[in-house]
């Protein structure tokens, strides 16, 4: 029987990973079905383990089963445990468990380094958020050794505390809008909700350094909000298609053993979105 992998989510309808993962599986030639499926939201674990009865190999996991599937996993790779977060499940037959890992933080660093030749080694960062999709983040962003990072959050409490949770990985700190007043810095990444609600954090206008790259963790058919107010104030504005593609790429190779190219599918999406 042919390999199975599903991304799992709920709403699921609109997920671009069956497309990019059957990309990947041409481009490769490895032997994979890669389908969605709709979590039940009171049924995760029973759905997924299922799906292993069923010949599941593995399961790309998104919003909002991130947390069930750290809880599921019986193991995990050293970047999920940081994250406290799952986006990728491997069952293992041998020991009829699913192991846990954390593509995102990874998608992100690749898509800016390698994609968009956005340097972050020495740089002023500033994450906006301090959710589960900047803390999936946080570790691999230190790991590119920042000058500092500097996470702001409407709820200041929730900034200081993640900030405290990543001390021990480099120079990072955390708080409220309030604390963005008179700082600058070369690389803003949004990892808030806010461009979902077509809404924008405040942000002061003199927040970007001279040649400051602006990254927004959300993607669409047109620049965000924040992307918008970014290229206003002379930033280069990206979007996350390239994350979204990049974090595909590395659960494959978590999976087969072998990393797609992650550009001609990021390509012919952005095609077919615009
Ligand atoms: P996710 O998994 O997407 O990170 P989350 O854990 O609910 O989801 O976190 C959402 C993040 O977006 C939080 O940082 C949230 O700010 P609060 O911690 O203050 O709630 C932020 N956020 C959501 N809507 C926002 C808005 N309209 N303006 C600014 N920040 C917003």
Redesign the pocket.
Known sequence: MTDRYAVIGNPIAHSKSPQIHTLFAEQTGEPLVYTALLGPTDAFVKTVNAFAANGGRGLNVT?PF?NEAFVLASDYSQRALRASAVNTLSWQPETQNWHGDNTDGVGLVRDLQRNLQVELAGKRLLV????????GVLGPLLDAAPAHIHIA???AG?AAALAQYFADAGSVAGGGWESLVNQQFDVVIN????S??G???QLPDNLLAEGAACYDMMYGAKPTPYMQWATERGGAAYDGLGMLVEQAAESFSVWRGVLPEAEPVIAALRTQLS
């Open positions: 919003v991130k906006l958020g301090a959710g589960g999709a900047v803390q959050n409407r709820t929730k990892g808030t909700a806010a979902l609600a809404e924008l954090p």
